[in-house]
């Protein structure tokens, strides 16, 4: 039976050519699916946006010029009604929380795309939201115990920056006992094994970023 309605207009954002590729190869099946454009950073999305107003956008979260949470804000400004999923290799990514709060409609893990992005495309089309049950028991978890305070934050960030319990006290102008305390608080919030893990665990989810 042949559709007369209009097909759903995607764009696709993301700096990896071969996921953009996947994307519209899977897509290029789908009679009710039409690819309108493809972007490698968030300044080309928000020009794309602008042009062709798809009805769906699939965003990645890191990207160079401009992420995936900074070209959601500006096009979720400029169109509130936009419908935009992000798109995440890691299952508990706070780049991925920090885009739902900006007004992502949708999250797919990269890693599940063949199975979940036509049936994403379709239902925030229609106007509903998509969360995997798992991942929203995640963003509940992350909301909820996960979340690192400003202060922890600042203590892995000198860490991941390679100094010591002791210069991080002197900075932060706090013992260097509340600094083993913050760190015990942070491996235990991030499930991590050591500093070491803590720092990867950090850079892997967004919550601190090493200096280019």
């Given at each position: 039976?042949?559709?007369?309605?209009k097909p759903i207009t995607v764009l696709i954002v993301d700096d990896h050519p071969?996921?953009?590729e996947g994307i519209a190869a899977v897509v290029s099946n789908y009679a009710d699916i039409t690819l309108v454009g493809e972007a490698s950073n968030g300044l080309e999305a928000i020009r794309l946006y602008r042009a062709?107003?798809?009805?769906?956008?699939?965003?990645?979260v890191q990207m160079p010029e401009l992420n995936g949470i900074g070209a959601i804000s500006s096009i979720m400004s400029?169109?509130?009604?936009?419908?935009?999923a992000v798109l995440t290799t890691y299952r508990g990514d706070v780049r991925a929380l920090q885009a739902i709060k900006a007004g992502a409609r949708g999250y797919l893990l990269k890693s599940t795309l063949r199975h979940e992005l036509i049936e994403t495309i379709r239902v925030l089309a229609a106007g509903k939201r998509r969360f995997p049950p798992e991942i929203a028991e995640e963003l509940a978890a992350h909301?909820?115990?996960e979340g690192l305070t400003n202060r922890e934050v600042q203590v892995l960030?000198?860490?991941?920056?390679?100094?010591?319990?002791k210069e991080t006290a002197d900075i932060l102008e706090i013992g260097e006992d509340t600094v083993k305390g913050h760190l015990r608080n942070i491996m235990d919030k991030l499930g991590a094994n050591n500093r070491t893990h803590a720092v990867t665990i950090?850079?892997?989810r967004g919550i601190i970023e090493l200096a280019q």
């Amino acid at each position: 039976m042949t559709s007369h309605l209009k097909p759903i207009t995607v764009l696709i954002v993301d700096d990896h050519p071969l996921i953009r590729e996947g994307i519209a190869a899977v897509v290029s099946n789908y009679a009710d699916i039409t690819l309108v454009g493809e972007a490698s950073n968030g300044l080309e999305a928000i020009r794309l946006y602008r042009a062709t107003q798809p009805d769906v956008t699939l965003m990645d979260v890191q990207m160079p010029e401009l992420n995936g949470i900074g070209a959601i804000s500006s096009i979720m400004s400029e169109f509130p009604q936009a419908r935009i999923a992000v798109l995440t290799t890691y299952r508990g990514d706070v780049r991925a929380l920090q885009a739902i709060k900006a007004g992502a409609r949708g999250y797919l893990l990269k890693s599940t795309l063949r199975h979940e992005l036509i049936e994403t495309i379709r239902v925030l089309a229609a106007g509903k939201r998509r969360f995997p049950p798992e991942i929203a028991e995640e963003l509940a978890a992350h909301l909820d115990q996960e979340g690192l305070t400003n202060r922890e934050v600042q203590v892995l960030q000198h860490v991941a920056e390679g100094l010591s319990n002791k210069e991080t006290a002197d900075i932060l102008e706090i013992g260097e006992d509340t600094v083993k305390g913050h760190l015990r608080n942070i491996m235990d919030k991030l499930g991590a094994n050591n500093r070491t893990h803590a720092v990867t665990i950090g850079i892997q989810r967004g919550i601190i970023e090493l200096a280019q």
